[in-house]
């Protein structure tokens, strides 16, 4: 069995569409002078998203100037070609500059990268879901983004603050129809600024939202949400399988310690001794284990890094295969533990975290 003539080798992922009641296989290759675009799945709109991508996101207090531009760069010659980021990260213009450099010097073309931009909380209403699409081209200098998402289904008081908050330092809130705002997107993709629409961090119910919604013009193609070994989501996975919904998994190699955001009480992913020693069975890292055992199995992954080593080393997974037993044995490592909790905002009417998935 051949992928675009490449030979399968060791476990075949058997990615369900289970509206069209089939399997789609995807092979994977060693050839590691090969880009993650050659590792990709079907989107239920015909498009396609590679298996890996790199996360941008980087706190503008403590990232310096330029870092999101080379990183961007290096990561381009290293072999990525898929790109996940967001007018809150405040690094689109560097993250743009750096896709139109190496188009420029020919090490890619356009229609080789996969960006994802996202709809922030303050945009949510229809008249400013466009607006805000644009604002991303702006910064990018590109004429169209490949995947736009809504970033959560909690809207936020429009403004200028992206962040507002009353005179309590209570956030401010706003209530907008996800449906509306769903439609809004159905226009900016007829118009051909984005090729194709998703989500992130909705449950089952806000997606039944969208999906049972009359006159749906364009599925959603993705659902971005937390997912690794300590959070395998296998509910919310089995429920965007039957819906031809792809899975986006943030946070693959857990989080950062951030205590502002971030459950710190959640045990380090990568210390785990199971991956640890699968690693070591195919001299990989735990890092490399816990990515490996999600595009397995059907899961974009972004992981954020804004270090070289670990730009190069996250993209070495599509060289050794785990078995069927090794799956088995990592998913059993689910604990349900979520490390981005977004708590601050848990009073929100619509946040999603308070559904079971």
């Not at 991508?53 to 070609?81: F, M, N, Q, W």
């Not at 990568?270 to 020693?277: H, R």
């Not at 599509?318 to 009073?347: C, G, H, P, Q, Y």
């Amino acid at each position: 069995m051949e992928d675009k003539g490449f030979k399968v080798h060791g476990y075949v992922l058997h990615y369900l569409l289970s509206s069209l009641e089939r399997v789609h296989l995807i092979s994977f290759c060693t050839n590691m002078n090969l880009t993650a675009e050659s590792h990709s799945i079907p989107l239920n709109d015909g498009n396609r998203i590679p298996l890996l991508g790199l996360g941008t996101y980087g706190d503008p207090r403590t990232t310096s100037k330029g870092t999101a531009l080379e990183c961007v760069k290096l990561a381009i010659e290293v072999g990525y070609r898929h790109f996940d980021g967001a007018l809150v990260y405040f690094n689109e213009h560097e993250v743009g500059q750096a896709i139109r450099e190496k188009i420029a010097d020919g090490t890619v073309r356009r229609e080789d990268i996969f960006y994802c931009g996202k709809l922030w909380n303050t945009f949510h209403p229809p008249e400013l879901v466009r607006p805000a699409l644009e604002s991303t081209l702006k910064a990018l200098k590109l004429d169209y983004v490949d995947l736009y998402i809504i970033e959560l289904p909690m809207a936020f008081k429009p403004g200028k603050e992206f962040y507002p908050k009353d005179q309590n330092g209570k956030y401010i809130y706003h209530h907008t129809d996800l449906c509306a705002t769903w439609e809004a997107l159905e226009a900016c993709k007829d118009a051909g600024l984005v090729k194709s629409l998703g989500v992130s961090n909705f449950n089952q119910r806000q997606l039944e939202l969208l999906l049972n919604k009359p006159g749906l013009k364009h599925k959603p193609v993705s659902n971005q949400v937390e997912c690794h070994p300590y959070f395998t989501q296998p509910k919310l996975l089995d429920y965007c399988r039957q819906n031809d919904i792809v899975i986006v998994g943030y946070c693959p190699l857990g989080s950062s310690r951030d205590a502002s955001w971030v459950n710190v009480k959640c045990p380090p992913l990568l210390e785990d001794e199971m991956l640890v020693s699968i690693g070591k069975k195919y001299n990989k890292s735990s890092a490399q284990v816990a990515l490996r055992f999600n595009v397995q199995r059907g899961v974009v992954v972004i992981p954020k890094s804004f270090s070289p080593e670990r730009i190069k080393h996250n993209f070495q997974i599509f060289d050794f295969s785990l078995t069927e037993e090794e799956m088995r044995a990592i998913e059993a490592l689910n604990k349900n533990i979520r490390f981005v909790e977004l708590l601050m905002w848990s009073d929100h009417p619509e946040y999603p975290f308070h559904d079971e998935y």
